[in-house]
Nanobody, 120 residues
Framework: QVQVMESGGGLVQAGGSLRLSCSAS????????MAWYRQAPGKQRELVAA??????????QIADFAKGRFTISRDSTKNTADLQMNSLKPEDTAVYYC???????????WGQGTQVTVSS
C-alpha cells in the first residue's frame, strides 16, 4: 500500500517562508504525479501546485494565488516533492496535503496533512 508522508508545517509570521516536504513509498518509481493541496477551515480542498509526469521533467501546475510566491520541486528518483512557500500571508493558513498518483489513470493517495499557520 502506498504511503505518503508530509513534513515541514508550522507557525510563521506574515511575510515569512516555509518549506514543506512530501515523500511517497511502497510504490513505483517514479510515480506519475505529485501535488500539494490545501484546505482552510470551512473551505474546500484546493490545488496549490503539482508536477505531472515522471522522469527528469514533468509539467508543473500552480494555482494563481501561489504564482510568484510558491515553488514546487520534485526528485523523481526518490518520489519526493517539496513546496517552497515565500511571502506567506494569513490567508495561506490551512492544512496542506500531499497527493501522489502512481499512474496516469490511477487514484490519488493522500498524506495526513501538515498544518501551516501564518500570523498577521
Amino acid at each position: 500500500q502506498v504511503q505518503v508522508m508530509e513534513s515541514g508545517g508550522g507557525l510563521v509570521q506574515a511575510g515569512g517562508s516555509l518549506r514543506l516536504s512530501c515523500s511517497a513509498s511502497r510504490t513505483r518509481i517514479p510515480v506519475y504525479a505529485m501535488a500539494w493541496y490545501r484546505q482552510a477551515p470551512g473551505k474546500q480542498r484546493e490545488l496549490v501546485a503539482a508536477i505531472i509526469g515522471g522522469g527528469g521533467g514533468g509539467a508543473t501546475q500552480i494555482a494563481d494565488f501561489a504564482k510568484g510566491r510558491f515553488t514546487i520541486s520534485r526528485d523523481s528518483t526518490k518520489n519526493t516533492a517539496d513546496l517552497q512557500m515565500n511571502s506567506l500571508k494569513p490567508e495561506d493558513t490551512a492544512v496542506y496535503y500531499c497527493a501522489v498518483r502512481g499512474v496516469r489513470n490511477g487514484d490519488n493517495t493522500w498524506g495526513q496533512g501538515t498544518q501551516v499557520t501564518v500570523s498577521s
